[in-house]
């Protein structure tokens, strides 16, 4: 607040400044009587057109919020487990990103989540899909292609707002808009005998 009322009594400091220079320049050309009156009534007159038209001639600073909705943002360093390593389940593994998604246009519960493991193209739908499923629990030993513990997977969360979409079409594959995506990569390593 200081920094604007001082910014504030700058520019009214620099406009009486201004305008003393003028009411100066004024006085001695009536002084110095080297002009005729009509010609400082016109010479008044262009220079009050000139400060008129400035405020045309020089935009205003003017900041205006971007009506442009902003998709979800992902703090990938806030993803459980930690995102930037392979993730070995050993039991069943919680992975969430409840404390890492963001919206700055919506409510984290207008958020929509899309979770799909080995996606592929022809796959199809994600294995969960939900308006509260930011995070969401795999159990190696419940789907048999987490079972194999020489392969490594990808889970991936897809993060949509209201205006953003996931689609599945079998000729185009999956369409994604206006959204966040986590990734992480998995491996099992769990006794499922």
């Not at 979770?115 to 499923?133: L, S």
């Not at 513990?149 to 953003?164: C, Y």
């Amino acid at each position: 607040m200081s920094g604007f009322i001082l910014g504030y009594h700058k520019e009214r400091r620099g406009i009486f400044l201004y305008l003393a220079g003028i009411c100066g320049l004024m006085a001695r050309l009536l002084k110095d009587h080297t002009i005729g009156v009509g010609r400082i009534g016109v010479f008044v007159t262009i220079l009050m057109i000139f400060n008129l038209q400035g405020g045309c001639l020089w935009a205003p600073d003017i900041h205006e919020r971007s009506s442009e909705n902003q998709p979800p943002q992902l703090d990938f360093s806030l993803m459980e487990p930690n995102s930037d390593m392979k993730v070995i389940m050993t039991d069943p593994t919680v992975f969430s990103v409840t404390s890492a998604v963001s919206d700055p246009d919506d409510p984290v519960s207008n958020l929509y989540f899309w979770w799909f493991v080995d996606y592929r193209e022809n796959q199809g739908p994600a294995m969960f899909a939900g308006p509260n499923y930011s995070q969401i629990q795999l159990d190696p030993c419940l789907y048999p292609q987490l079972a194999d513990t020489s392969m490594e997977h990808t889970l991936e969360v897809v993060i949509v707002d209201p205006s953003g979409k996931v689609e599945y079409n079998a000729s185009k594959g999956r369409t994604i808009e206006h959204a966040a995506v986590g990734l992480w990569e998995i491996q099992s390593h769990a006794n499922c005998q």
